[in-house]
Nanobody, 124 residues
Framework: VQLQASGGGLVQAGGSLRLSCTASDSTFSRGTMAWFRQAPGKEREFVAAHRRNNNRSYYGDSVRGRFRISRDNAKNTVYLQMNSLQPEDTAIYSC??????????????????WGQGTLVTVSS
C-alpha cells in the first residue's frame, strides 16, 4: 500500500474534521499530494493539493476558505483540515500523489497513486 488515508467520520454541520494520508517514501517524494472527493451520484471533485516544487496550496472553489491542506515531510503525511463542514461536503475523500504539471493540479487523471478513500458524513 502506497497511500493510507484516515480520519473520516460523522460530524454535525458546522463541525470540523482532519483527514490524514500517509505515504511510502517513494510516493511522498512525488511533486504533488492532493485530496479529491466523490459524493453519491456525483463526479469526482478536486478538493485541495499541495505542490512540493513551489510549496503552494490549491483549493477547489467549494472548499476555499474552509479547508486547509498541509504537509509534514518528516512523517510522509499530508493533512486536510476541514472546518465549517456542511451536508454537501458528505463524500468519500481520497488522497492522491503524482508528478503533475501546474495546469493539471486539479485534474485527477494526472495522479498516479491513490489511497483507498475515507468516508466523511456531515449531518444537518
Amino acid at each position: 500500500v502506497q497511500l493510507q488515508a484516515s480520519g473520516g467520520g460523522l460530524v454535525q454541520a458546522g463541525g470540523s474534521l482532519r483527514l490524514s494520508c500517509t505515504a511510502s517514501d517513494s510516493t511522498f517524494s512525488r511533486g504533488t499530494m492532493a485530496w479529491f472527493r466523490q459524493a453519491p451520484g456525483k463526479e469526482r471533485e478536486f478538493v485541495a493539493a499541495h505542490r512540493r516544487n513551489n510549496n503552494r496550496s490549491y483549493y477547489g472553489d467549494s472548499v476555499r476558505g474552509r479547508f486547509r491542506i498541509s504537509r509534514d515531510n518528516a512523517k510522509n503525511t499530508v493533512y486536510l483540515q476541514m472546518n465549517s463542514l456542511q451536508p454537501e461536503d458528505t463524500a468519500i475523500y481520497s488522497c492522491a500523489a503524482g508528478n503533475v504539471i501546474l495546469s493539471s493540479t486539479s485534474d485527477a487523471r494526472g495522479y498516479s497513486s491513490w489511497g483507498q478513500g475515507t468516508l466523511v458524513t456531515v449531518s444537518s
